[in-house]
């Protein structure tokens, strides 16, 4: 008896997604609720389960294939992979053929593996490798019969063993033939469903808000001193590093109560104010850029921000965030310092109103009672819709987030 799976329910105001990568091939045993297909949505990517044990029957959809909320994408065949072979097997060879995942092209410097067979990677995989300019065939794969899984691409990124060999011609050329001119290769990878959800909120919020960026720095040496002095014991007793996001979530939480019009919203003719501030931070992930939300980050202490942070990192590497995760948001933190970027004006996330972007961290001469010294400085830059916040608000929210960032006591006595 076959088995239908369809697309499950995604999420609130979630109807389609994107078929990313077959994790089970046709004849091959699945458990139940174990992860047959991964499903790339506006905003995460998610693993349809088998609801049955057996063995994996046709394939309806392909990977790249647009699927809505309901679709059928396969069938699994119920019963023990033994006796389900035979039944397999019987499958006509045009039949099978066309039921199987169509293989990507190998990317540039792949090569044939060990067994002979052609690298074949599935369209997300192929996508990490190009970006990262990887050779596919010095990875190790961890996936069903060795194939390459988004994890292992990224491991490799991170140990940095897999760097692409320069392309080679399909034939040696003969000793006295002239080099090879400079290659004008194109290669053309369709978006991501978060890559475009992503340009089309940008250029959303470009044309509807009037937007507008106020700029500071800060000096850091009191955060710096205080996170030196007692990250150790913080993270002996928390069991979770001590970073700078913590204090500037609590800082942003703290301008945000005094300065209620940033962390409002504009909603046909009318101004929604919230008394909670739920704090989207930018995290990055092997799909891109994804923004999971704080929730009531105005009663949490340091460490509960931080474990929350560290939480939604890890998961986001693994590729577990869910649409909970990413839902909602009053207030965006991003940082792009941590990738070295020295002042950029952020873009706010529709429906918010405003976005703080944090900048590395730079020793500057700056003066300080009539002498001038050098200080730990960071930029600051708030972009906000100028419709409904007035630039003295602006100015007077990222002084404020100034203020406590270089006094941190005032995070303690709510100053």
């Known amino acids: 008896m076959a088995t239908e799976v369809k697309v499950p329910t995604l999420g609130e105001s979630v109807t389609e997604a994107t078929v990313g990568q077959w994790l089970k091939k046709p004849g091959e045993a699945v458990k139940a609720d174990e992860p047959i297909v991964s499903l790339e949505t506006d905003k995460v990517a998610v693993d349809v389960p088998s609801p049955v044990a057996g063995v994996m029957g046709d394939l309806v959809a392909k990977e790249g294939d647009t699927v809505e909320v309901g679709a059928l994408l396969a069938y699994v065949n119920e019963g023990g992979a033994a006796a389900a072979a035979p039944a ?28 002979g067979g052609s690298l074949t990677l599935s369209p997300a995989v192929r996508r990490l490798v190009l970006e990262h300019g990887l050779d596919p065939s010095k990875i190790k794969g961890t996936g069903k019969d060795g194939r390459l899984t988004k994890d292992d691409v990224m491991a490799a990124v991170a140990a940095g063993t897999a760097k692409a060999a320069a392309a080679t011609p399909a034939s040696a050329p003969a000793a006295d033939a002239p080099a090879a001119g400079p290659s004008r290769k194109q290669e053309r990878v369709k978006m991501t469903r978060l890559r475009q959800t992503v340009a089309k909120r940008l250029k959303e919020a ?7 960026t106020t700029y500071n720095d800060v000096d850091m040496t009191n955060v710096i001193e205080a996170r030196a002095k007692y990250k150790d014991l913080f993270e002996k007793k ?13 800082a942003v939480c703290m301008a945000l109560k005094d300065i209620p019009g940033v962390n409002a919203q504009i909603e046909g003719d009318e101004i929604v104010y919230n008394d909670f501030a739920d704090i989207s931070v930018a995290v990055s992930a092997p799909t891109g850029l994804v923004v999971p939300v704080i929730r009531n980050a105005e009663s949490l202490s340091v460490a509960a921000i931080e474990k929350t942070i560290g939480g939604f990192g890890k998961k986001a590497k693994e590729g577990k965030l869910t649409m909970e995760d990413m839902k909602g948001g009053t207030f965006t933190i991003s940082n792009g310092g941590v990738f070295g970027s020295l002042l950029s004006s952020p873009i706010i996330n529709p429906p918010q109103s405003a976005v703080l972007g944090l ?17 730990p400085m960071m930029y600051l830059a708030l972009s906000y819709d100028h419709r409904l916040i007035d630039g003295r608000e602006a100015v007077t929210f990222l002084v404020a987030v100034k203020n406590a960032i270089e006094d941190p006591t005032r995070l303690l006595i709510d100053l």
């Open 88 to 115: 397999a097997a019987a499958v006509p060879a045009a039949k099978a053929e066309a039921a199987a995942p169509a293989p990507a092209a190998s990317a540039p410097a792949a090569s044939d593996d060990e067994e």
């Open 206 to 212: 470009q044309n509807n808000a009037a937007l507008l």
């Open 238 to 250: 928390h069991g979770v590093r001590l970073g700078f996001m913590g204090f500037f979530t609590k």
């Open 359 to 375: 900048h590395r961290i730079e020793d500057r001469p700056v003066v300080r009672n009539g002498q001038i010294v050098i200080r």
